[in-house]
Every structure is written in C-alpha cells, then in structure tokens.
C-alpha cells in the first residue's frame, strides 16, 4: 500500500462528500502520479486555506479518463478541470468541525517536521504528495480519535 495527499479546497471536499467518496479526481497535470496509484492504496485529503487533514479514502480500482463535470474547481485556474479518476471508499471521514488541523501536529509528522507550522505551505505544494507509511499511520491515528 502507497499513502498519498491529495491537496484540495475545503469547497472540493465537499463535493466529493457528497458523493460519499466514490472517486477521487486529479488535475490533468497529475496524469502520471494519478496512473501509480493502484487498489488497496490510500488517500488523505488536506485541506488548503484551512490547512486541516480531512479524512482518508482507500483506492478500489485503477486511473482512468473522464471529464464529465462533477463539481470540483479550482479558484487559481478557472476552467480546469479534473480528468483523471480513481475510485475510491471512504475509510475514515470525519464530521465537518472535526478534522486535524496540521499545524498542531507538524512535530508528528516526517513530512512536516523540519518546516514547522508556518511554512506548512511548501510540504503542500502542487496536487498530490506520496507520504511514508509512519505518517499515514500518525494521519489515520488522528483521524480515527475525531469520528
């Protein structure tokens, strides 16, 4: 199993709540990040702005193409869209209110621990991130404390 960050906004979040997490979508820069993703993988979703870890989903199938509107946007680039999908199932959502916020748990975590919580923003960069296990681990720790 590969754990990854997907970096979206709050509002995308939402979207794919609604759609009780049965896909995940990526930006057509993230095509070949998108395509190593395989089933069994899992994908926890930071929230940009808010700066919080939302929840984790695990992957069920392989990458393909679709650019059937699903909702998602992106505020720094109007009219993109988010071509390349995985399904997915939730593991383990939070409610709205009860996400992680990273700032208080930059010390926990690999990716994050030299930055520390004011330059969070540079571990975020860009759409998707692979994560190590111990950090996914810590991730879903903290997730799973919040439901």
Known sequence: ???????????????????????????????????????GDRIVYYLTKEVLFGGIVEVTGEMFEDTTDIGLRSKGKPGEDYPFRIDTKPVVIPDKGNYVDVREITDLLEKTRKLGPKKLGIAFRGNLHKISDEDYQQIERLLQERV
């Not at 906004?9 to 759609?19: A, I, T």
Request: glycine share 6%; aromatic share 10%.
């Open 1 to 39: 199993m590969q754990a990854w960050i997907q970096v979206g906004s709050p509002d995308n979040f939402e979207v794919l709540r609604e759609r009780n997490f049965d896909v995940s979508a990526f930006k057509a820069s993230r095509r070949k990040q998108s395509g190593e993703m395989q089933p």
